[in-house]
């Protein structure tokens, strides 16, 4: 009988793993903008989970767990290519071309190129906040730097992305200020 | 206590609601009376909207058949490549770059929605908006309602022509609800201009009639065919741009 729920306990955490397979893509994507990288990232992140499912303790910690081999395993890749910094300048063509139409708007370029262009530690820490909505404690875990690092870097990310977006957006605002009623 | 008296880490840690009640609130009524505190705010949750959009995108399939399989061994290949992309994104990088300094200055956001749909302007030609409503708390509401006045007056003002897609779902659908909501009147103009529609979750319709036993009924006008997970995307890939009450 055990054996029996040992099996249903594993399915159901592979089922939830793989549930959460397009939120950790778009988090590895928004950390090296390179499509097939984050699929590989993903893939190893859930590899690994499944792997060590036994050591998560805590059913309502499996996303800050999960995230944190993701992050593990962006780390890895940097620290085994040494690509720290020249990885982050990388642009996704291949992306352009799976989804055209979205690719084309210009709030997602902006954007991401805004993103892309902060440093690494900066990047990690906006989108996990941003995008993935983790709580500074969560990111503080995940990331394992203390809590006041998540906030500064959270700090320097946002002033630079709000510099970074409104001079990409001036032409628009410009434009948009005179027509407006006030 | 005025804009000054809080730094942009403390704006930071509110806008993510990680200060206690009492500081929340502080910071809250603070806003209330003070143009410049709110513009800080909006900007802020600007920039944490903008970036959870622009990677809400939909996911390539994976090359993997499982996800019990191994992860195949494709990583240094793509950091070779690396180097030779480098060159390719600095390049488009400059090319799209349009870099004006003074534009910080020239920022005077409402409120974020304001702020958010100045910033991503897809097309001035034709405008397409989403607003998207989750909540039935009235304060989002009613800042959403306001939003929509305030983008249809601007955009008739100017003749440029624009289509407002007001989609709500969970609780947001609460506002479309005679006899619940008491924006009906409100609402019922809205519905009335050609150029605005609104929606309601098919999902959140649902789970409403099974949480309270009741049929849920809605504005005559209100469109009810398809879930907000159908009406968001297939918009987003049209370059509508996206705002969040």
């Known amino acids: 009988m055990k054996v029996v729920k040992n099996l249903v306990a594993a399915f159901s955490l592979k089922s939830e793993f793989a549930a959460r397979r397009d939120k950790l893509y778009r988090i590895a994507y928004s950390w ?149 009623v006030k | 206590m005025t804009s000054r008296d809080f730094t942009d880490e403390k704006l930071n840690m509110f806008i993510d609601a990680q200060l206690d009640s009492d500081e929340m609130n502080e910071i809250r009524q603070a806003s209330l009376d003070d143009r410049d505190l709110r513009e800080r705010i909006c900007q802020l949750k600007a920039v944490r909207e903008l970036v959870g959009y622009a990677y809400s995108t939909e996911v390539p399939p994976s090359k993997y058949e499982n996800i019990n399989q191994k992860k195949s061994s494709t990583l240094f290949a793509k950091a070779l490549a690396a180097s030779v992309t480098l060159v390719v994104g600095v390049f488009l990088g400059w090319e799209t770059y349009h870099y004006s300094p003074q534009a910080v200055d020239e920022i005077s956001a409402e409120n974020t929605f304001q702020y958010v749909a100045n910033h991503v302007a897809v097309d001035h030609s034709n405008r397409k908006i989403i607003l998207h409503i989750d909540s039935g708390d009235l304060q989002v509401v009613n800042a959403a309602l306001n939003e929509a006045d305030h983008l249809l007056a601007t955009y008739k003002k100017a003749n440029v022509p624009m289509k407002l897609d007001v989609i709500t779902n969970r609780n947001g659908i609460n506002m479309l609800r005679p006899g619940v909501s008491p924006y009906v009147e409100r609402i019922k103009k809205l519905i009335d201009d050609d150029d605005v529609s609104f929606f309601a979750c098919e999902r959140s ?12 009924k809605l504005l005559p006008g209100v469109i009810t065919d398809k879930s907000a997970k159908e009406l968001i995307p297939e918009r987003l890939e049209k370059g509508w741009v996206y705002i969040k009450a």
């Open chain 1, 32 to 180: 090296c903008h390179e499509p097939a990288l984050a699929d590989d990232l993903v893939q190893e992140t859930i590899y690994k989970a499944i792997k060590n499912a036994s050591r998560l303790r805590d059913i309502n910690t499996m996303d800050s767990w999960l995230y944190r081999i993701l992050y593990n395993c962006w780390q890895d890749f940097l620290r085994v290519k040494g690509r720290n910094i020249e990885f982050i300048e990388m642009h996704d063509e291949d992306q352009a071309g799976q989804s055209e139409n979205y690719q084309q708007s210009q709030i997602v370029k902006r954007v991401r190129a805004s993103v892309e262009q902060l440093p690494l530690p900066l990047r990690e820490v906006v989108t996990l906040a941003d995008f993935a909505g983790f709580t500074y404690a969560e990111i503080a875990e995940i990331t394992e730097v203390p809590i006041g690092t998540v906030m500064s870097r959270l700090f320097r990310a946002r002033q630079n992305l709000k510099q970074q977006l409104l001079e990409f957006g001036s032409d628009e605002l410009s434009e948009f200020k005179l027509r407006r």
């Open chain 2, 205 to 216: 319709i649902a789970k409403a009639h099974k949480r309270e036993g009741v049929e849920i």
